[in-house]
Structure formats: structure tokens, C-alpha cells
């Protein structure tokens, strides 16, 4: 089970972001790196192609490391690292270690 999931409201903590807010966009296991909206914002010169005939500038995020973000608690609402949890159900839960709320 992964700590940081898509969907997830994080905060930025290290690098030139740090202190932003963003929803993780996509997950990338292996790297163990992440895509978080509107952080690490990289812009790459996109030439002319027949499709799009005048080419440009492009912004798009960029990836950055899991451990540089904390995963905002949907209860209590501050950054946190995330433990985990077994229910008595058998379900694992993400656990935040702020105020102890359990959550998927
Ligand atoms: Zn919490």
C-alpha cells in the first residue's frame, strides 16, 4: 500500500515549491516519484508540428520525489507523514499521525 496515492491533497516541503499546496495527479511507484498540480512547473519549446502549425512554449509538471511532499489529512487538514492501520474489518487504512484518523 502506497503512502502517497492520486487524488491526495499534498504539501510541498523541500525545493522550489515549497509551501504549495496540490492535488497528486499521477503516481509513479518505481521512481517513486509523483505529479502534483500545478507544482514543479517545467516549460519545454515545442516545435512546429503539422497538427500544430505554430509550435510554443508548453508548461507541464514535472516530477518530484515523494519524500519532499506530506500528504494533507482529509480530517483534520494539516500535513502529515502517514502511518497505516488494519481495521478489525482486515482493511488497511492510512493512518494520519496528527490527530489518529484513519482514512483510505
Ligand atoms: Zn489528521
Do not use: W, Y
Not at 503516481?27 to 497538427?51: D, F, S, Y
Not at 494533507?72 to 502529515?80: A, G, L
Amino acid at each position: 500500500m502506497r503512502k502517497v496515492r492520486k487524488g491526495d491533497i499534498v504539501k510541498v516541503i523541500a525545493g522550489n515549491d515549497r509551501g504549495k499546496r496540490g492535488e497528486v495527479m499521477r503516481v509513479l511507484p518505481e521512481k517513486g516519484r509523483i505529479i502534483v498540480k500545478g507544482v514543479n512547473i517545467i516549460t519545454k519549446h515545442q516545435r512546429p508540428t503539422a497538427r500544430q502549425r505554430e509550435g510554443g512554449i508548453i508548461e507541464r509538471e514535472g516530477t518530484i520525489h515523494i519524500s519532499n511532499v506530506l500528504v494533507i489529512c482529509p480530517s483534520c487538514d494539516r500535513p502529515t507523514r502517514v502511518g497505516f492501520e488494519v481495521l478489525e474489518t482486515g482493511e488497511k487504512m492510512r493512518k494520519c499521525k496528527q490527530c489518529g484518523e484513519t482514512f483510505e
